[in-house]
Structure formats: C-alpha cells, structure tokens
DNA sequence: GTCATCATGTAAGCCGTTACATGATTGC
DNA sequence: GCAATCATGTAACGGCTTACATGATGAC
C-alpha cells in the first residue's frame, strides 16, 4: 500500500516526505493519508532496496545568507558532514526522493498485482493507471470487474437465504440494500471507465479525455 | 470493532466462537470476517471484564455413548476437571458465551461513540442498532450525516482547486467523480434511514418495516 | 480406522498508528 | 527573539492476520 503510494508519486514528481505526505492526504479524500511514523520508515526501507534515491538535500540557504553568515556556515558545514555520511543520526533538512529504474519496475510489479480485493488498494492502483502498459491497465480493470461481480452473486445468494429470513431485522435489510446498490454502481463506474479503456486511441494519440459523462452501459445480467 | 461484533451477536443469541465467526462473515459481506487468532483471545478478553460469560462447555457425549464408553468416561473426566479450574491450558470442546448485564452497557457504550469517521465501524453500529434508544440511535444516524456532508464539502473544495488542475489526469478525474457520486448515494441512503427513524411508530408498536422504497428526499443544498 | 469438519487456542509477524524528540526556516 | 510551520526521525504500542498445534465428533 504505502510503497505503491510513495513510488507511484515519485515516478511523477521528485518530493521529499513531508510534501509526499500532503500530496497523499489529497490524492486519497481525506481517508487513506499515511502518517509521518509510516512513511519515514517506508522511504528508508524503499531506499535501503534501491527503489528510490535520496536526489538532493539542502540544509544550507540556496540563496544568498541574509546576514549573519556565520549559521549559514555552520549548516553547509553540517550539510557537508552529512553527506560524507560520517554522522548518520539526527541528519535534519530536505531529504528529496527520486525514483530509480528498479522503482519504477518495482511500481509495475505491484500495480500488475492479480489481487484486486482490497479496495483501498485498487483506487491507488487506478489513480497511478497511466503508468501501466495499456493492456496491463485493461487486465487490471477487468479483473476488478469479475471481483465486484463476485460479491454481487454473494450478496444476492445472501439476499435469498431462506434460513436467515426470520432474524433479518429491517436495519439489516437496510444495509443489504445499500450493500447491493452501492456494488451496481461501482460496477457502472467500471464499465465506464472499460468502455473509456477500450474506445481510447492506442496509437499514441491524445487521451486528455477518455472518460466520458454518464450514460447508458452495458451490464451482461439484470441491475 | 471485534468487541462490538462480539457483543451486539451475544445480545441477539448465545453462541461459542466458532459459530460466532460465521455470523459474523455473512453479517458483514464477505469482507469485514475476523479471524480466529483475534476472535478467541477478544473473547477472553471481554470474559475477563465480565462483558460475557460461558454458559455452558459441552466435552462429553450429550446423548448415550456408542460403544466403548472408556473414551466417553475420559471427556467427562476432563470436562469435569477442566470445569474445576484445575486445568487452564487447552481445554477443547464446545464454550457457549452469553452476554451480561455490564456486557449490555458496554455495548451500547461503543455503539454510542461520538466518532462517525470508520466506515466499516459505522456498518456494524446500523446492523446492532435496535439494541440502542431511539433518541441515541437518531444521534447516530445524524451524526453520521453531518460526517458525509463535510466530506462532501472536502471533495468540493478539492476539486475546484486551480492549484492541481494541472496535474490531475483522466484517471484522477474518474476517481474524483466516483468519490462524489458514492458519496451523494450514500447520503440519499442515510438521509432514508433517517426520515424512516422520524416517522416510525415511537409508542412501542410495530417496526417491521420502517424502511420505504427509494423515493425523492431532502437534501439542503444543491446535489 | 480414517477423513472432513467442528472447535479452541497460541505465537510470530505485518502494517499501521500515536506520542515523543529534534532541529531548520521564515515571518513578524 | 520567538512563534508557526516545515522537516525528519524513533519508540511504543494496537489490532489484526497467518501459521501452527491440538483435540473432538461424526460419517463412510
């Protein structure tokens, strides 16, 4: 999860983790943003496996020192003494990220990934989508696609259980009902989204608008 | 989360965990099902703060023993040892759980809980709301009302920000328009539950279905 | 008599969180 | 100079999962 995040953003931007954090935060609605006592250790991790690099760090003022010099000085001494990696502790300053060759397959493999049950998960992987191949997009899709048509049999084998039929009170009806209705959508938004997939120009042409407004979509059994 | 479960299916009926997880599976669909290995020990746990308590533990034979009834005679002997307290290890056989009196506070303390923000939590409190007083569970639904309405305002606010226009891909723009769409269902859904929860019979009469069809609703500003 | 299912439990580990600790930069 | 924000990290802990270990019951 988290590393899908960081590498995803990576691949688009350099960042370091504070602003990886608030792009995050905005990315996933206001649910799903990673907390700095995840994400450090993650980078560290992700760096450790050369997924990412650490690009640039600046602790020093890129500009001209105000006035004093002096603790300008101290800094770029410190920065210096950082990056020769004699101190490892408490190095502050920006650490800014960049993504590596390895990453960016690392970030392939994980967005190729055949479990698409966890939803959180499948936003990300739809959100970083531009970075699949187009037919590994598509297979992502669609095989999100038989998931939710798998719990929609579920829920229906469910709705028609006669041996629950007596202590099924009418707030459980209630969400049954939200259950089902919510899983119809999600289905109608995928097949958007496929229909856009597959109606898209693949020759390398435009595709700033591939999703087009709602409208009438196919479903292969009654809504 | 797990005590909630544990406590609103305790409510309903007596039942050991093995049973217990069931429920629990077809209750939340599919998704949502605990496992063992945090089922027993949250059991133990609420046994040990007097919220549950075993009823019964069934090791020996309950009708005549078959054959050789040496092995029968050796369960009853465990069982019976097991009962004395002697034995903490693995006592195996059946362990029925019922709810007690405190059992009962604390389950309407968790599904009284100011905070609407976990989805999933907020599932479970719907499915375990008849065990809570009209006025409480009217405070639920609103609560959680006013929870999908600022997230709504996020979503908004988000996706009228100049700063991003230019980053935010097709895919971005999908999944943004999905949030929004979800989230307008899901309060048309509330805001159903809610009008049927004003209008039910509050004088102790029927309530078996309060739930009307889908149908036009309130909604204060513009959808 | 053995296999599937029922039934209970423990141990290790994963993945995330909050709380804590530190330090740099910038605006007033 | 000092507060707010930016920025990085560590430590403790929480809740849940998988894998493991054990045993009872019933069907064939």
Redesign the interface.
Known sequence: MIDLAILGLLT?QELHGYELKKRLG??L??RASVSFGSLYPALARLEAQGAVKAVEERTSVPSAPMSGSLVGELAAFRARVRESGLVKGTGRGKKVYGITEHGRERLVELLSDPDVTDDRAF?LR??F??HLPDAARLELFERRRTELLR?RD??RR?ES?PG?AG?T???????????A??LA??LA?LD??IE?ERSADHNGAD?????PAPQAHLQEETP
Not at 169 to 179: I, T
Not at 207 to 211: D, E, T
Request: glycine share 0%; hydrophobic share 35%; no cysteine.
């Open positions: 688009e905005e990315l609605s206001s936003t739809v959100a989508a531009p719990r579920d829920l469910r259980d629950r202590r009170h009418s707030y459980l009806r209630a969400l049954l009902e939200r259950d209705e919510n959508h999600d938004w958007r989204l856009a595709r700033s608008i591939p999703v």
